[in-house]
Nanobody
Framework: QVQLVESGGGLVQAGGSLRLSCAAS????????MGWFRQAPGKEREFVAA????????AYADSVKGRSTISRDNSKNTVYLQMNSLKPEDTAVYYC????????????????????WGQGTQVTVFS
């Protein structure tokens, strides 16, 4: 069982930056592929970024590639999402998730890969 708590969301002007954090409970954090997803009002939850168990492999949605960086600190049981050059269309609730299934990054973009989810943190970007 893993419990996830996101933080770092807020209100930011377009072009600004935010760093989201997700703190995980338990001693097995390093055994999970970690992902960030987001859900805007009236839209389905969508993939943003994922990172392998050791942090050596990452994946990004095209919409955030080049503007966002996912990272993790296994000693702190925390995964981060640094978002730069924010746009109004980045406005959403951002969720972190922990996925089992071993070390592979296969299907890391799929919601179904992830067994544990946080409650989300709101990001609002205004122009």
């Amino acid at each position: 069982q893993v419990q996830l708590v996101e933080s770092g969301g807020g209100l930011v002007q377009a072009g600004g930056s935010l760093r989201l954090s997700c703190a995980a409970s338990g001693r097995t954090f390093s055994m999970y592929v970690m992902g960030w997803f987001r859900q805007a009002p009236g839209k389905e939850r969508e993939f943003v970024a994922a990172i392998s168990r050791g942090g050596g492999s990452t994946a990004y949605a095209d919409s955030v590639k080049g503007r966002s960086t996912i990272s993790r600190d296994n000693s702190k049981n925390t995964v981060y999402l640094q978002m730069n050059s924010l746009k109004p269309e980045d406005t959403a609730v951002y969720y972190c998730a922990a996925g089992g299934g071993g070390a592979t990054m296969a299907k890391a973009t799929d919601l179904g890969r992830y067994a544990y989810w946080g409650q989300g943190t709101q990001v609002t970007v205004f122009s």
